[in-house]
């Protein structure tokens, strides 16, 4: 066993919430380590829509611009009906949008955010990053925290942040929850654009049907598709991997219409992910450890806020950090609760959107239609209470 002198702070995982964390510590002359238990630093995954708050955040920590230099900034957020492939709303991205809450909507391929972060992380004298560091046990000490992991090694902090996920270890210290798989399944991936000649560059375009969706964006300065396909398995079994399979992904989306069809069959089937989130908790801190990101808050992508609400807990964290000096407990507290009702509210407003979209009841299918019809594409009062944090809306147009 290895031991390492004392640390002021630990940040345990290495994905955008867990190096956005570091950031946001740093900047308050706090030296941070972060432990990744992959042998280098990674995303696995596509592409990701990034709103107005989560770019307040990277404006923030500085890594904005880096990002902006390979993202793509749509046009509209389009919802289409998979079935008869007809346009059912849409929000507009353009000046209003961005008079409104002072940053674009952007999209962006995961690993190249990573890759921003990790830059900047690299870049500063406060960051250590460490890989192969798997995290089995933390420990509150009172006045200092314990990590212990796999290869011997303990570390022990003036304070820990869990940032290690969905299967985080770290929320143990404070509920012994389970994820909840929603019984949805998604395929996804990027394609050149070359190999997709029908591909729409200008929008994020949302199918959507009976118990399924299909989204569609570029990415990576329009060099690259990306496409995610989403449906709800009738053959789901707990505990095993036989559901939400490729001849069932073709079986479901056989009644959409030619668009969705012909996108379709460009899908990336080599990998599914099973759509799991859990329920709320209050409580994510105690004594010197915190949680953050999906380790606090795992949601289903319905609000595509999964990432922007893990920047929002790395800024609000430094913020709080910051305001307390010394005081890390106080300043802990005052991070949940700021931050706890917030990812909350998402958290249950993205399952509530994902029923919506996937309806397979007529009344209800009728219903969500007309009232979609009948908004204008800059009327943007649904979407303030999400996009609006960390920005002052601008009510005027």
Known sequence: MTKTNNIPFMVIGGG????????????????????????????????????????AVLDKLGVLGTVMEKAVAPR????????????????????????????????????????ALLAACRSHDLITL???????????????????????????????????????????????????????????????????????????????????????YPVRRKELYNQVVVFRSYQYKEDSDDWGTTAELDERFSVCCPSVLNAVSFIHRQRRWPLYDRQPIHTWTEGRIALLGDSGHPMLQYLAQGACQALEDA??????????????????????????????????????????LHTEDNTAILLRNAILSQRKTDDYSVVDWLYGTFVPINQER
């Open 315 to 356: 800024f609000v964290l430094g913020e709080k950090l910051e305001a307390h000096g010394s005081q890390i407990q106080q300043a802990f507290m005052a991070y949940q609760q700021e931050r706890a009702p917030r990812a909350a509210k998402v958290q249950q407003t993205a399952r509530v959107f994902g029923d919506i």
């Open 130 to 216: 460490l890989n192969n560091k798997e995290a089995l046990s933390v420990e509150d000490l009172g006045d200092r925290a314990r990590v212990s992991c796999r290869d011997g090694s303990v570390y022990t902090a003036d304070a820990v942040i869990g940032a290690d996920g969905l299967w985080s270890r770290t929320r143990k210290l404070f509920v012994e929850d389970k994820a909840v798989c929603s019984h949805y399944v998604a395929y996804r991936g990027t394609i050149p654009i070359s190999e997709i000649p029908e591909a729409n560059l200008d929008d994020v375009v949302c199918w959507i049907g009976p118990n399924l969706h299909l989204v569609q």
């Open 16 to 55: 955008i919430g867990g190096l956005a964390a570091a950031l946001s510590i740093a900047k308050t002359g706090r030296p941070v380590q972060v432990l990744e238990q992959a042998p280098e630093f990674a995303e696995v995954g596509a592409g990701l829509q990034l709103a107005p708050n989560a770019l």
């Open 76 to 115: 509209r957020l389009v919802l289409m009906d998979a079935i008869t492939g007809q346009e059912m709303t849409a929000l507009d991205l353009g000046g209003a949008f961005l008079q409104r809450y002072g940053y674009p909507y952007i999209v962006t391929h995961r690993s190249d955010l990573l890759d």
